[in-house]
């Protein structure tokens, strides 16, 4: 899987990324006789053209600061980023999400901010408390939120329209979710009422929690749960009954494009595909969205990047003026103008709601009420990739939801029992 490069090579790295700490005072003071270019790992090339320009008030504010912006792939952003750590030309500033951030942070690869944080004010309580305590490890915060997500329920009006049924709203339920299913898939067309890819962030870790189970609790599996396996049972059902395509049928294809060919009327998915969303002439002129319908209790999942320092920049100073500064009004509103995701600064959402006027995209600030960090630990990958193999057959119609998630249960324990060795 994407995340599994990871791990190996961030823990063989440990003993030089702790050793190479101790030298970022004396660059920041050497520097200051001239102009201090801070590096800025990132990965997704849509946001680069919005954070310039958070980057340009930036400098106007720091005139003894420059930042460059470094772009990786997704695809190879991981392996990079251990690559040059190994090799000590790793970015002063990069991009970390919370499938990775406490595996970096036992690891000494990343610089504490929480004296940083005190000292200067930083505003952490703008920003979701969830968002703060999935970048926090061991008592000591080590990333600082730039944007958030939730999950909600995309729906095709054209759709629905043509088979009569009621679009989604805050009333819905599963049952609504699983009637609206079977009504809107039409064989004949092939259209199918809705997509129930294996998607751990926006299908199966949100619906879980939705029945009252648990993904990760005080570092044991929560997939054995009866409460869990009713969420991942609300999914195969679908495919089982034939109402979304099985998981088989979008090994190369993903749930998301489904929808945007218009093959599925109903899609779980992020509110950072909004833009992407919108960028459809069919989806933008027809597309809705609405709050997850709610199962034993409500719930989403909340997610978001946070800028953190690496612990061998040589220059922490100016990198922790820039995080600092990124985590602020003004930083945020930059980004919420751009429509390209969430700012996560409390009051600054607005000009990303009005940005698609289209969408009624409050659905994903309402959510916060109920919001579910991401589930994480140390060596997150190693169990999620645990996901995929032991799921993939109950998601592609092949029954065996209930043992396959006390295996998958079992596997993920031993995998968390490691971690603590």
């Not at 003071?29 to 008030?57: F, K, M, N």
């Not at 995309?154 to 609206?180: H, M, Q, S």
């Not at 049972?233 to 998301?256: C, H, I, K, N, Y």
Request: hydrophobic share 40%; aromatic share 10%.
């Amino acid at each position: 899987m994407r995340r599994r490069t990871l791990i190996g090579g961030a823990l063989a790295a440990a003993a030089p990324l702790a050793a190479g700490c101790s030298g970022g005072g004396a660059s920041d003071t050497a520097s200051a006789r001239g102009r201090t270019t801070l590096s800025y790992g990132i990965w997704d090339v849509a946001q680069a053209p919005v954070l310039q320009q958070v980057i340009d008030a930036f400098e106007r504010e720091n005139p003894g600061i420059s930042v460059e912006i470094q772009l990786t792939p997704w695809s190879s952003y991981w392996t990079t980023l251990r690559t040059s750590m190994r090799g000590g030309t790793a970015p002063d500033v990069f991009w970390m999400n919370a499938v990775n951030i406490q595996l970096y942070a036992a690891n000494g690869a990343l610089e504490p901010l929480s004296e940083h944080i005190a000292r200067d004010r930083t505003p952490v309580g703008k920003h979701p408390e969830a968002l703060i305590d999935i970048y926090a490890y061991q008592g000591k915060q080590y990333g600082l939120p730039k944007d958030f997500d939730t999950i909600g329920l995309w729906y095709n009006r054209a759709l629905f329209d043509r088979a009569g049924v009621k679009y989604p709203d805050e009333t819905w339920t599963w049952d609504d979710l699983r009637d609206a299913a079977r009504e809107l898939t039409n064989p004949r067309k092939r259209v199918y009422g809705i997509a129930a890819e294996m998607d751990r962030q926006a299908k199966f870790y949100p619906t879980m929690f939705g029945a009252g189970g648990y993904v990760l609790r005080d570092g044991r599996s929560g997939f054995a749960d009866p409460r869990s396996i009713e969420g991942l049972r609300f999914w195969t059902d679908l495919v089982d009954r034939g109402w979304s395509p099985p998981q088989s049928a979008m090994s190369e294809v993903r749930a998301r494009n489904l929808f945007l060919s218009e093959q599925v009327a109903m899609n779980y998915d992020l509110s950072a595909m909004a833009s992407l969303m919108y960028a459809g002439p069919e989806i933008k002129d027809h597309g809705g969205v609405a709050v997850l319908p709610k199962g034993r209790e409500r719930a989403t999942v909340i997610h978001g990047l946070a800028n953190v320092v690496s612990a061998k920049s040589r220059r922490k100073q100016a990198a922790w003026k820039f995080v600092d500064f990124m985590a602020r009004r003004e930083a945020a509103q930059i980004q919420a103008k751009g429509g390209i995701t969430i700012s996560s600064y409390e009051g600054t959402q607005d000009a990303w709601l009005k940005s698609m006027p289209e969408f009624d995209l409050r659905c994903f600030i309402d959510m916060l009420d109920y919001a579910v960090p991401y589930p994480s630990s140390r060596n997150t990958a190693v169990w999620e990739d645990q996901e995929y193999l032991l799921l993939g057959a109950p998601f592609s119609g092949k029954g065996g939801v209930e043992q396959a998630a006390r295996t998958l249960a079992k596997q993920m324990d031993r995998a968390l029992d490691e971690e603590g060795k």
